[in-house]
């Protein structure tokens, strides 16, 4: 496969991003054989009042609450309305809560073709996974499961929830903690099923969605006592995300970072080993990695052997780097997390601007024959702040179309999670555009909001206006085809409006004047990304 249609298998598409906001992370407690907090996915299907998602997650459990990134408000209390057993499927419903809107039904199923999974896995927020529909699409889900353990597979089958006999969609790709009850959507951005997966006891690459269509059926009646009996059987088979639990993560994980945070105060100096080739070997091995290097004063790293791919990472990378997350996820509590865009990275910030990322990167490399080809290496890596407390110069810096289409993503749903406050005001965003000086965020209310860039320009008028038009270039480009251009007359501003109606991104050349606020220069060029009402 070409570079290029690599890129375009794997880019996630705009339809598919639309349906954010009809994804809840559903967390369940005072449950029935647990006394944690269960944390799953769940989603609203158009058509329908309420929202779906995995029965196991929520069976049993007496307070039920779901919570968005992406502008919509807490839905609490939740109560179980009906079930699928069989398909380990529930609706939950609100007294308080009746909209109808929400993902599409899709129609066929293909195999092979690429899919979505979208949801919140682990503690990383709001995430979406590329999997693809197995060959032949539908098997049985006893086939599906037939490398598990004896033991697992048999308390599996004995619960009936899910049935093993069932017809369920074929999954490669992962499905982990939390991920449960995710929405599985086409390109396109329509419903395909309802992830199910995250089984605990070292299974954690096992993953399956049960198909939904306008033929699913919930069933006829609501046993309470049943739903009591399932959740008491929960916890030994399911890994459920719940934040605070580290029991799927070996005890030495959380010992082993917190020994490698400390030496990285020191710039890893007292971890120094032997040398290997090029690199230095750690005398500390992270969790989860086959070796580990250092870079005195600068990373610690841990490394899986390059692993052979195509177009996307395969789901033994997914499994690979999802271990790693989890460690992260469960040893550092509290640390900001960023999910990577267009790639299989996330990082874990701390207040210090010490940074832990888990990824696995595209790697290209030549065989024997000279003839390339794509894998993925797969790392769990620290970096300690600069001298000056700032975050490491090792750390890989988004570019411009990284941070503006971040932004758009963003401001579709008013910078909630993004620097916004929630309510009008001037706020921070996380990010100051490549090229620009500064970056302010300011909204005028819950429902409308922007982010303004001064970008860096010339004080002479025909160089400003030159950057400015390279500016237009550089937006037409990071933002694509799909957008509409539209020239202000007798102004040197262009606006771009998404194919919605909803984001505008414009970019504007302006002369100081006594009017403006901003002491910038005679001469300013701004750059701003809006969500419109």
């Given at each position: 496969m070409s570079l290029a249609a690599l890129l375009v298998a794997t880019a996630i598409g705009e339809p598919v991003i639309a349906q954010r906001r009809f994804v809840y992370r559903i967390e369940a407690s005072q449950c029935v054989g647990s006394s944690g907090i269960r944390a799953v996915t769940g989603f609203r299907v158009r058509g329908q009042s309420g929202i779906v998602t995995a029965l196991h997650g929520v069976a049993g459990c007496r307070e039920v609450r779901a919570t968005s990134e992406y502008g919509q408000p807490p839905i609490h209390p939740l109560t179980i309305s009906k079930v699928n057993i069989e398909a380990d499927a529930a609706l939950l419903v609100s007294e308080d809560f009746k909209d109808e809107d929400g993902i599409e039904i899709g129609e066929a199923i293909e195999e092979g073709s690429l899919a979505w999974t979208l949801g919140y896995p682990l503690k990383m927020g709001y995430h979406s996974v590329g999997i693809t529909i197995g060959s032949p699409a539908e098997r049985t889900l006893s086939t599906e499961l037939q490398s598990l353990s004896p033991e697992t597979f048999s308390r599996l089958r004995d619960r009936k929830s899910p049935n093993i006999a069932q017809k369920v969609l074929s999954i490669q790709g992962s499905v982990v903690p939390g991920h449960s009850g995710a929405p599985v959507v086409d390109p396109r951005g329509r419903l395909l099923g309802i992830a199910i997966g995250g089984l605990g006891g070292g299974t954690l690459g096992f993953a399956w969605a049960i198909p939904y269509s306008r033929s699913f059926k919930w069933d006829l009646s609501l046993d309470l006592g049943r739903l009591d009996q399932l959740s008491a059987q929960t916890a030994s088979l399911f890994s459920l995300?719940?934040?605070?639990?580290?029991?799927?993560?070996?005890?030495?994980?959380?010992?082993?970072?917190?020994?490698?945070?400390?030496?990285?105060?020191?710039?890893?100096?007292?971890?120094?080993?032997?040398?290997?080739?090029?690199?230095?070997?750690?005398?500390?091995?992270?969790?989860?990695?086959?070796?580990?290097?250092?870079?005195?004063?600068?990373?610690?790293?841990?490394?899986?052997?390059?692993?052979?791919?195509?177009?996307?990472?395969?789901?033994?990378?997914?499994?690979?780097?999802?271990?790693?997350?989890?460690?992260?996820?469960?040893?550092?509590?509290?640390?900001?997390?960023?999910?990577?865009?267009?790639?299989?990275?996330?990082?874990?910030?701390?207040?210090?601007?010490?940074?832990?990322?888990?990824?696995?990167?595209?790697?290209?490399?030549?065989?024997?024959?000279?003839?390339?080809?794509?894998?993925?290496?797969?790392?769990?890596?620290?970096?300690?702040?600069?001298?000056?407390?700032?975050?490491?110069?090792?750390?890989?810096?988004?570019?411009?179309?990284?941070?503006?289409?971040?932004?758009?993503?963003?401001?579709?749903?008013?910078?909630?999670?993004?620097?916004?406050?929630?309510?009008?005001?001037?706020?921070?965003?996380?990010?100051?555009?490549?090229?620009?000086?500064?970056?302010?965020?300011?909204?005028?209310?819950?429902?409308?909001?922007?982010?303004?860039?001064?970008?860096?320009?010339?004080?002479?008028?025909?160089?400003?206006?030159?950057?400015?038009?390279?500016?237009?270039?550089?937006?037409?480009?990071?933002?694509?085809?799909?957008?509409?251009?539209?020239?202000?007359?007798?102004?040197?501003?262009?606006?771009?409006?998404?194919?919605?109606?909803?984001?505008?991104?414009?970019?504007?050349?302006?002369?100081?004047t006594d009017a403006r606020s901003i002491d910038l220069g005679a001469i300013g060029l701004e750059l701003r990304v809006e969500k419109l009402r």
């Open positions: 995300g719940d934040p605070n639990d580290r029991s799927v993560v070996p005890p030495s994980a959380c010992d082993l970072i917190q020994k490698a945070l400390v030496a990285g105060q020191r710039g890893f100096v007292d971890l120094i080993g032997k040398p290997i080739g090029d690199r230095i070997e750690s005398t500390l091995n992270l969790p989860g990695a086959l070796y580990t290097t250092v870079a005195p004063e600068k990373y610690l790293t841990g490394r899986v052997g390059l692993i052979k791919g195509d177009s996307e990472p395969p789901p033994e990378a997914q499994v690979i780097y999802y271990r790693f997350v989890n460690s992260l996820s469960a040893c550092l509590p509290g640390w900001r997390t960023r999910k990577e865009r267009s790639r299989l990275a996330i990082q874990f910030e701390s207040e210090q601007h010490f940074v832990a990322r888990a990824a696995c990167d595209t790697n290209y490399y030549r065989d024997e024959k000279n003839e390339v080809h794509v894998g993925h290496l797969c790392t769990i890596a620290l970096y300690p702040p600069s001298a000056g407390g700032a975050r490491s110069a090792e750390l890989r810096r988004p570019t411009f179309d990284e941070v503006l289409n971040e932004m758009v993503e963003h401001a579709r749903f008013n910078f909630v999670s993004y620097g916004a406050t929630g309510s009008a005001g001037r706020w921070q965003p996380l990010d100051v555009l490549p090229g620009a000086m500064k970056c302010d965020g300011y909204s005028s209310d819950p429902r409308t909001g922007f982010v303004r860039c001064a970008m860096k320009s010339s004080q002479d008028w025909d160089s400003a206006v030159s950057q400015f038009n390279q500016a237009v270039t550089n937006v037409r480009v990071a933002l694509g085809s799909s957008w509409t251009q539209k020239e202000i007359p007798n102004r040197k501003e262009v606006r771009f409006l998404d194919a919605g109606g909803k984001t505008e991104v414009s970019v504007q050349l302006w002369k100081q």
